[in-house]
């Protein structure tokens, strides 16, 4: 006798090979030579998911803008991550667009006597960061003292710049955080003009995205959990963090309407900087079954006449009607059966 092997999860197909009967003073049916083991009968939840591919990139990608006209003579790695005091590009061999964290862009030129505001606090934050202010003797505030003056060209001299206490609008690029380098949009030896494209820039944080047919939204509910299968063959999980309100019509005629859904990652999964827009398949929650009572789907067994059957561990055939399955259990109901018994499955 062999088991019968169930489909995919949530098919709930599966294929006899062959037929028992079960009830009445029938022996125990001959097991052919296939291996088996024991299971128990035990309860836990099942979720059945659903498997969408998806794409893995990097969270709040934009680009990096030219801040001033120059020939382009260094730019950085795709893959790279570049932190805080640090350059993005060089133009004309000197460093260009230092780096700095906040979520504020750069807007008006820095300079003693400028009009207070956030962005000048968002400047003093750095500068005490970066241990400019050793003394501790500039205030972070929105107001831009002596002091700050002071920082700025420490900042500078560590630099090689012009320390004169002044920092030009396209000398600095504010992000929030680390900025991970993505697709180079310039190339070395390239004249560019302010405003010109330089390279794509996104954090360190890892996101998965999914164009979801709009007829199956109701597989994406935000803040509902999944289960993402990575490049290198290891799952993560997620959470939905936006369901896109409008659907677009995909590229090729015929296509149907998708929404964009975003899922965040957690773990260690979460962070990184090697794969971009690599393939992923993502397990939306399809169905859940709270303390259901389940065995492995390789417990099962085909039935004259139709229907299942598990056989305990003292050789009993137990019919059963088989519910949800997923990640290898079956929800399963019958007379006689309880939490805690044994049943035979193949290995």
Partial sequence: ????????????????????VVGGDEAPPVRAAAATATATVERRDLVDR?????????????PLL???????????????VIRRGRPLYRLDDEPAAWLLYGSLPAWRDFAPGMPDGE???????????????????MTVDDEWTWATTAAVQRFQDERGLTEDGTLARGELAFRDGPARVGELRARLGQTVAPGAEIAQLSTTRREVTVDLEATRQRLARKGAGVTVELPDGRTARGRIAEVGSVAERG???GAEPTIE???TLRGRAARGSGLDQAPVDVGFEAARRHDA??????ALLAVAGGGYAVETGEGRLVEVDPGTYAEDYVEVEGAGLREGMKVVTAE
């Fill in 1 to 20: 006798m062999k088991r019968a092997a169930v489909a995919a999860a949530g098919a709930a197909a599966v294929v006899v090979v062959a037929v028992l």
């Fill in 50 to 62: 659903e498997s969408i591919a998806g794409t893995l990139g990097y969270a709040d990608a934009s």
């Fill in 66 to 80: 030219a801040g001033a006209q120059g020939t382009v003579t260094w730019l950085p790695e795709p893959g790279s």
């Fill in 119 to 137: 962005d000048v606090r968002q400047l003093e934050r750095n500068l005490r960061a970066l241990g400019h202010d050793p003394d501790g003797e």
């Fill in 251 to 253: 590229a090729e005629e």
């Fill in 261 to 263: 859904v975003t899922i």
């Fill in 293 to 298: 009572l389940v065995v492995p789907v390789t």
